[in-house]
């Protein structure tokens, strides 16, 4: 018995066998078709990128998980991309910049990572997104949720929520707040925790008004449906967090336009990308899935950061978690596997040949069973390798027979009848 060779994967990365990377496709490719429908054109950037021009794009949480090393030819640092976004800016900002805005472009690709690994985090993320670039204002952000829904409803996704929050509505909160930065964080986390007596009892040794006090009280109750914004403007009364509701009112008239406002809710206690958003930011949840499946929002300081101020928005799907949420669900749209296994007995392979040729031409999937085996072992093959059918080819009285997979239904067939493309599956 040969050795047993070590091939365990670096933590944080997987291997996707036929059935699973089948799903991943279809899921790349129905989105792309979204993508496509809006008006969105591909990009593809490098696996590489200079370090300090990445970090140029990079929020401070990004720029400590990315993966760097030296650069043998050069002795400069060069890293993986921890995320796609600012390498689309920079593309946007220094190969576009002659082009007229706004530009519509989308992606598919793998950022890598570095993750905690006692948190079981996976270090390799699959993104699939869009960047909406030189586009201000309320319907912009609307169209980025809007294909969102679009996107979860196509993949067959049906329970799934979209959270929607606003940086600058939290800024107005806590932006002059008299602080130290451990302060500071202590009162994000308890926020974003939505720890409202925890909370409570940090702010009491806080040098904190009361006016400021019952605004950050406010915050992790201010979540729910649209009825949230009236609930905020009587909590929150300082005039950018006020323009902020007026700003995600605008936003949601455009959504109940598009029809989608079922799946919106209101989160405008959520921290995500405080540091790095300046506006509208949202994540999507499916229904029994704790993960998000895709996050976005607007960041029109980062193509500036590249020498080409713009407006942005823009949103990405992690394929993996969207993946395992809809594991099931996606047997049915991604799990048809080969269409035929052409099984043919005898020395003359020739009449086989052809018609698999045939078949090819029509549009199908036609895998010859070149391996020399009786038909019970081609068809148990068949159906351990996800064929639908196996294909039985006689070639002494030209005879065919056809046998589905699934649950062994025969039926006999006449080789001129799929040759001339009459025959259908």
Not at 216 to 226: H, I, N, W
Not at 242 to 253: P, R, S, T, Y
Not at 275 to 295: K, P
Request: charged share 25%; aromatic share 8%; proline share 5%.
């Amino acid at each position: 018995m040969p050795n047993t060779i070590e091939t365990r994967l670096p933590t944080g990365v997987k291997d996707f066998l036929p059935v699973k990377a089948a799903k991943l496709d279809y899921l790349q490719n129905t989105l792309r078709s979204v993508y496509r429908s809006w008006g969105f054109r591909p990009v593809a950037p490098a696996v590489l990128e200079d370090l300090a021009v990445l970090e140029l794009g990079l929020g401070t949480d990004l720029r400590e998980k990315t993966f760097r090393f030296d650069d043998r030819q050069t002795g400069r640092l060069v890293a993986f991309p921890p995320d796609m976004t600012p390498q689309v800016a920079r593309i946007a900002a220094t190969r576009m910049r002659e082009m007229p805005l706004p530009f519509r472009l989308c992606y598919n690709g793998r950022v890598l990572r570095h993750t905690e690994q006692r948190l079981g985090k996976d270090r390799e993320i699959f993104q699939s997104g869009v960047e909406l670039i030189g586009l201000s204002g309320p319907e912009a952000d609307a169209e980025m949720i809007a294909m969102a829904v679009k996107c979860l409803q196509s993949v067959g996704a049906s329970e799934f929520t979209i959270d929607i929050g606003q940086v600058e509505f939290l800024r107005g909160v806590l932006n002059g707040l008299p602080l130290d930065p451990a302060q500071s964080r202590a009162v994000r986390t308890a926020i974003a925790s939505k720890d409202s007596s925890g909370l409570q009892q940090l702010l009491k040794d806080l040098p904190l008004t009361a006016q400021q006090k019952t605004e950050l009280l406010a915050l992790p109750k201010l979540y729910g449906g649209r009825e949230i914004l009236a609930q905020a403007r009587r909590s929150i009364a300082n005039p950018l967090s006020q323009a902020a509701l007026d700003n995600l009112e605008k936003i949601l008239e455009v959504l109940t336009v598009y029809g989608v406002e079922e799946h919106i809710t209101l989160d405008l206690g959520e921290m995500r990308g405080f540091d790095y958003h300046s506006g509208l930011i949202f994540q999507g949840f499916l229904s029994g899935f704790g993960r998000a499946v895709c996050a976005g929002g607007r960041y029109d300081g980062l193509t500036a950061r590249y020498g080409f101020p713009a407006p942005a928005t823009g949103f990405a799907f992690n394929l993996y978690n969207l993946l395992f949420a809809l594991d099931r669900t996606l047997e049915e749209r991604a799990g048809e596997g080969t269409d035929f296994l052409l099984f043919s007995a005898g020395q003359d392979k020739a009449p086989a040949q052809r018609l698999a040729a045939a078949l090819r031409n029509q549009g199908y999937s036609v895998a010859r069973d070149i391996i020399e085996r009786d038909q019970a072992a081609s068809l148990d093959y068949a159906r351990r390798m996800h064929y639908r059918y196996l294909l039985v080819l006689d070639a002494t009285d030209e005879k065919l027979t056809l046998i589905r997979t699934a649950d062994g239904e025969t039926s006999s067939l006449a080789p001129a009848t799929l040759e001339s493309g009459q025959f259908k599956i």
